[in-house]
């Protein structure tokens, strides 16, 4: 026997295979939507109903099952990227904003420093208060002096500082 060539029996059972009609598709859509698995009784009544060979109401719903699987995937995949989209986003916005506040944070610490500065010029103090509202790395000595002033002077310094800062964030 020759595999090469069709044999006439392969021929008349591929012509005998015929394409649904649309209303035999829709009838088999709608009980796919009611259940996508099929049963042996449901699979002999659909063949009755539609005149066609149990076998090809079988295929059928096989290969409606694939197609739905690679649909589900579809639909599931296009909301995660939807959604990694809105994270990316959501991350560089996040980002803008950090850099936005570093500088702000940087200006204020300057005018801190500034005023720091202009204090000791003016009274003569060796000693510089830390602001501590501003910088998180504040050294130990500055945060010696700074308890060697009084709780009073540290309170007054840190609400002077805190007004500072809220007077920068009214300017932006």
Not at 22 to 42: G, H, I, M, T, Y
Not at 54 to 63: E, K, M, P
Not at 144 to 153: E, I, K, T
């Amino acid at each position: 026997m020759d595999f090469f060539q069709p044999s006439s029996n392969n021929n008349r059972i591929h012509h005998n295979k015929k394409r649904l009609t649309q209303d035999q598709v829709k009838l088999l859509e709608r009980s796919f939507s009611s259940n996508n698995k099929l049963e042996p009784e449901r699979k002999l009544l659909l063949a009755k109903q539609l005149g066609i060979p149990a076998r090809q109401v079988a295929i059928w719903y096989q290969n409606k099952r694939a197609r739905w699987k690679t649909q589900s995937l579809e639909v599931g995949y296009n909301a995660l990227q939807m959604k990694l989209d809105t994270a990316l986003a959501e991350k560089r916005r996040l980002e803008k904003d950090v850099e936005r506040l570093k500088g702000e944070l940087n200006r204020a610490h300057e005018l801190c420093l500034a005023l720091n500065n202009q204090r000791q010029v003016s009274s003569g103090d060796n000693h510089p208060v830390v602001c501590s509202v501003f910088s998180s790395s504040c050294d130990q000595e500055g945060a010696a002096s700074s308890s060697l002033l009084g709780d009073h002077v540290v309170n007054r310094e840190i609400r002077e500082y805190e007004d500072l800062y809220a007077c920068l964030i009214g300017m932006q």
